[in-house]
C-alpha cells in the first residue's frame, strides 16, 4: 500500500464551486505540505504543517485553506474555485529528522476548473 | 531568501549517451541540496541529496550530483540514460533551518532510442 495517498485522483469543477482534496499517509510523520505543480513553474508550496496545531502560510496560500484533523491527515480547500487554480496538486509528508530531511510525495491529484 | 534555477527546461538525449541536468541556486547561507525525479503519472521520489561532507553525492538508478559552493551549483549527471530514465527532474534547495524547500522550474528529460 501506498505511504501517501490522495483523493480523488482526478478532479472537474466549475467556478466558484468549494472542493477539498485530501492526503493521508501511513508514515508516521509530523510534518505534511501541500504543493501544486504548474508547467514551467516547478512546485509551489501552499501550506505546510509541523503537528496537528501548527499550520503555515506557503509562498502562494491566497485561495485556499488547510485542515488537520489528526497527523495522518491534512486536506486542502479551494473555498470558490477559479480556472487558475487548475494545476496539479501534491501533498508531501516529512519526519523531523533535524538535518535535510527528504520529503515523500503523494501522487498527486490532478484538478481541472472550469 | 533561497531560489533554484535549472538551466534546461528539456534535455533530449540519445540512449547510453551521458546527460548532465544543470541547476544553479541562490542563498546567502548555508543550504541543503536535492534532485527529486518524477516519472509519468507518478509523485516525485528523491534521487539524492547533498547535506555536508563530499561534494560528490551518488544515488539512485547510477546518478549522481557534484556540489559546487563556489559556482553555487549542483549539476546532476549520469554516464549512461536509459529509456526508463524519461521523467522529470526537479533541483531543490533548503536553507539550514528554514525546514522548507524550494523547487526549481524542473528539466523534462527525453530519451531517444
Known amino acids: 500500500d501506498a505511504d501517501v495517498t490522495q483523493t480523488p485522483r482526478n478532479r472537474i469543477t466549475k467556478t466558484g464551486k468549494r472542493i477539498m482534496l485530501e492526503c493521508s499517509q501511513t508514515?508516521?510523520?509530523?510534518?505534511m505540505y501541500w504543493y501544486r505543480q504548474d508547467p514551467g513553474l516547478g512546485l509551489r508550496l501552499i501550506y505546510y504543517?509541523?503537528?496537528?496545531?501548527?499550520?503555515n502560510k506557503g509562498e502562494i496560500s491566497d485561495g485556499y485553506s488547510v485542515s488537520r484533523q489528526a497527523q495522518a491527515k491534512f486536506s486542502l480547500s479551494l473555498e470558490s474555485a477559479i480556472p487558475n487554480q487548475t494545476a496539479l496538486y501534491f501533498c508531501?509528508?516529512?519526519?523531523?529528522?533535524?538535518?535535510?530531511?527528504?520529503?515523500?510525495f503523494g501522487p498527486g491529484t490532478r484538478l481541472l476548473v472550469l | 531568501a533561497q531560489s533554484v534555477t535549472q538551466l534546461d527546461s528539456q534535455v533530449p538525449v540519445f540512449e547510453e549517451a551521458p546527460v548532465e541536468l544543470r541547476c544553479n541556486y541562490s542563498?546567502?547561507?548555508?543550504?541543503?541540496l536535492f534532485w527529486y525525479v518524477q516519472y509519468p503519472n507518478q509523485g516525485l521520489q528523491l534521487l539524492l541529496k547533498?547535506?555536508?561532507?563530499?561534494?560528490l553525492v551518488k544515488g539512485i538508478n547510477g546518478f549522481e550530483a557534484e556540489f559546487n559552493k563556489s559556482q553555487t551549483s549542483f549539476h546532476l549527471r549520469k554516464p549512461s540514460v536509459h529509456i526508463s530514465d524519461t521523467a522529470e527532474y526537479f533541483c531543490?534547495?533548503?536553507?539550514?533551518?528554514?525546514?522548507?524547500?524550494?523547487f526549481g522550474q524542473g528539466t523534462r528529460l527525453t530519451i531517444n532510442p
Open positions: 508514515k508516521g510523520h509530523d510534518r
Open positions: 531543490a534547495v533548503s536553507e539550514q533551518g528554514a525546514q522548507k524547500l524550494v
Open positions: 508531501a509528508t516529512s519526519d523531523f529528522g533535524g538535518l535535510g530531511e527528504t520529503q515523500y
Open positions: 504543517s509541523f503537528d496537528v496545531k501548527d499550520i
Open positions: 547533498y547535506l555536508s561532507g563530499s561534494t
Open positions: 542563498s546567502s547561507v548555508s543550504v541543503y
